[in-house]
């Protein structure tokens, strides 16, 4: 068995490689999902794979147009669309959609935890005699 030792270089290039890859998938998952009919369609495909005609058929627009939009899914890396015969059938790929949901959630409980500490600081330096004057108030 061959092995190869790297230096820290070429461990900081292979790393830095793969944050760029993953943030180039992120960045066009989140272009994918800005636009709502893309959206739509995305919840549609969470409930099961469909039809582009199936897909298409809520919408007031023409076939060809949706398929723009379930071309930019596919490169986005949030659906897969198979030919079935004479049918194109498009299903959800939620590994992609997974990347987007937990980039969304460490950034959600980042932002509860900064909020948090700031309320905690705001009750902690709290004027005194905010205190005394609400007490005060109380009693008259």
Not at 51 to 75: I, Q, T, Y
Not at 87 to 114: G, M, N, S, T, Y
Request: aromatic share 6%.
């Amino acid at each position: 068995m061959l092995r190869r030792r790297f230096t820290a270089t070429q461990l900081g290039l292979i790393f830095n490689h793969m944050v760029n890859y993953q943030s180039e998938q992120l960045d066009a998952a989140f272009q994918a999902l800005a636009d709502p009919t893309r959206r739509a369609i995305v919840a549609r495909l969470a409930a099961g794979e469909a039809s582009v005609g199936e897909l298409a058929a809520p919408f007031a627009m023409s076939l060809p147009a949706v398929s723009k939009h379930l071309k930019v899914l596919e490169g986005a890396g949030l659906l897969v669309r198979q030919r079935h015969g004479r049918v194109r059938r498009c299903r959800l790929q939620p590994a992609r959609l997974k990347l987007a949901a937990d980039w969304i959630e460490h950034h959600r409980r980042f932002w509860e935890a900064q909020l948090d500490s700031l309320a905690r600081y705001l009750e902690d330096t709290r004027p005194d005699n905010e205190t005394k004057r609400e007490n005060s108030d109380d009693e008259d």
